[in-house]
């Protein structure tokens, strides 16, 4: 083949990302460094998936669009450690095909070459044996007349790079694997020439072995990452500012965009430190951890037979995901405008060892997924019971309930009990002008929602809390209050000492999109 137009590009990519889905849990259970997590596959296959997203949304008869939808979808959807510097890979690859109107031999591989070349500059220490060293091998292999050529030869290389990293990473060549990130990058070279030669989908490999069992339960921190818009200093400066919080430090831009990831023992302070550089459009933190303990527990490796019932939260926001964490839960992220998905719910409650799993989703817009889920986890062999939480505030209150030795018929009446008894109060910021319920809002402006229904506008997010407390305070002892990205705790304590027969504890991590997001018990 001589070339690829923009269109044929765009669906090499699909189709690569649809063929590196068919090894997510294969490179899962490669994954040990930087830490034994066993998530790089699911985080490299859902950078992949945002930038597929972006491709449907895009003109792809035209390569600046194509460029642009790849480039700006993986930064936007970029998890993980992996997830990331494939970001910048692809960031590098299109800015080489940007001005092209197709993509031939030698545009590929010099193509790959830049790609490579921009995955080591966003790595403040980059390491040898990871998947920078087999995306460099490829582009330093990348050769050939035609594009099947210069897959093959690139793919070659690749591979051979892969196979080497144990030798170069003392902790690969402990666990007996190579690295996940590299395979991961292999397994995306693979797609691509898979859709040159029309290969169909591999089956899936079955996975036999989990690498993380070789480490003992530690601590390992968390993984923490940010992704900020409306940036306007350098990005050196904001590496600097968090280069004291943890290490495999990455932080990237693209499109006015500013995504950050670090390993970290504190991402409270991380994240407040880097808020003031600009608007903050979304955070996570995983308990690197828990995670580990979690791979254990599926390889039937911890001590203990496991208790009969699990929890599944869905939860948007740091705080929020480690109070449910906390209470026993196993978090799904999402909520409002971020749904996930049955499969997401699904590996969730199928990660659990316990053979009865209680599922909060805490959004009716995820009703339907999480009613999916549980009948596909049915056929399955696993029972799961969804106890249908409307807001966060109600499946925090449900989770207090939670105790993993009783039954889900001994508990669902208690959660239900307490889902029930609390109020959920949301700030945030109205997105368009509107007229909802009889109320006049405008573009911006702070809005309140209580239990999940506008009920308030106002000038300021605190005018807002206050009005919402002051509306779902009666018969209520305890608010617990999740401050937003951007919320100084300073303002939430102002509003609190106006409800002084209240108990008020306040946390920082809510929504990403919120000011505040309180609960009433």
Known sequence: M??????????????ATDWFRVYVEELNALNVYPVPDGDTGTNMHLTLQSARRELDLADTRKMPEVARA??????LGARGNSGVILSQILKGFTEAIRKREALDAKALAEALRQGAETGYRAVMKPVEGTILTVARAAAEGAHGNTLEEVLESALIAAQAALART????PVLKQAGVVDAGGAGYVRFLEGIRGY????????????????????????????TEFLMEGVEVPIERIREAVAPFGDSLLVVGAE??????????????????VARFGRMVRTKVEDMTEQHTEILAMAGLLEEAPPPTGLVAVALGHGLSKAFRSLGARVVAGGQTQNPSVEDLLSAVRSLPNPKVILLPNNPNVFLAAEEAARLAKEAGKEVYVLKTRTLGQGLAAAVRYLPEAEPETLLPEMEEAAQGARTLEVTWASRDAEVEGLKVLKDKPIGLLDGKLVLVGESPEEVLEGLIRLAQEGKEVLTLFLGPNTPREKAEAVAQNFPHLVVEILPGGPDLYAYLGVLE
């Open 70 to 75: 790849i480039a700006y979808g993986s930064l």
């Open 196 to 223: 040159a030669l029309k290969l169909p989908l591999p089956e899936p490999p079955k996975v036999e072995r989990y690498a993380q069992t070789a480490f003992a339960t530690e601590e390992f921190g968390y993984c």
């Open 2 to 15: 001589g070339s690829w137009t923009p269109v044929e590009l765009a669906e090499a990519f699909r189709y």
């Open 256 to 273: 006015g965009y500013v995504k950050g990831h670090i390993h970290t023992d504190d991402p409270d302070g991380l994240l407040s430190t």
């Open 166 to 169: 144990p030798e170069l990473l």
